[in-house]
């Protein structure tokens, strides 16, 4: 059965990113899956009430974002296919693609809006630990001082697996920023973001402010739910 993963650390987002994630993801992911919040936050499971495994990270000297390659340590014991999305992702269509893209063993993630020809955008991915966690923990774990020099772990994830035959890139259309539509990097300045949405997108991707619970858009309002 296919693993979801979320990643729920420290006071970025309220408990309710986490419930409206689970709500969108059972609207629009007919795949069986299990669905697992990895989260420093030991009372969260009273606090959320849905069908969730919480499981605590195996190490707890990481901070912010590094925990997220925590996903691809062997000890989180996630055996089989893993799909990951951020907290502040806005699910908009279908996203069984996603899933389906490539086959067990693919590490699936999207180019990054900003810098899309040299960074990818860790906001989504699948993978497999049987090759994961070699390609990525591995050397993270063996040189943490040296990665986390990096601006991220999207930087660092990027680094250890462009060059794999297991990566299969989503293809752009799928996705797209909140603040503008396409990655051609013409719209990065802020009097261009007009937050429009696309027909074809199947997820919106939140970085930056605002988050989604800040924005007035009715698209963002009717799917954020």
């Not at 605590?56 to 990481?62: G, H, Y």
């Amino acid at each position: 059965m296919l693993n979801f993963c979320c990643v729920y650390y420290g006071d970025k987002y309220e408990p309710v990113y986490v419930e409206k994630l689970y709500n969108m993801v059972q609207r629009h992911l007919t795949i069986p899956h299990k669905f697992y919040c990895f989260t420093d936050h030991v009372n969260l499971q009273d606090i959320v009430k849905k069908n969730i495994i919480f499981k605590k990270f195996p190490l707890f000297d990481l901070d912010g974002w590094w925990n997220k390659l925590q996903l691809f340590n062997p000890d989180t014991n996630l055996i089989g296919k893993n799909f990951y999305l951020d907290l502040d992702v806005v699910i908009l269509k279908n996203i069984d693609c996603f899933v389906n893209h490539g086959d067990i063993d693919t590490f699936g993630i999207i180019r990054d809006f900003g810098q899309p020809t040299m960074w990818f955008n860790s906001s989504i991915m699948t993978w497999n630990n049987n090759n994961a966690s070699n390609y990525i923990w591995d050397p993270f774990i063996k040189d943490r001082p040296k990665w986390k020099k990096m601006q991220g772990d999207q930087n660092v994830i990027t680094d250890l697996i462009r060059d794999k035959k297991i990566l299969k890139l989503y293809p752009d259309t799928w996705t797209q920023s909140y603040k503008w539509l396409d990655r051609s990097q013409t719209r990065f300045h802020i009097k261009s973001m007009n937050y429009e949405l696309s027909p074809h997108a199947k997820i919106a991707v939140f970085h930056g402010r605002p988050n989604p619970h800040e924005s007035t858009q009715e698209w963002v309002k009717n799917n954020w739910k």
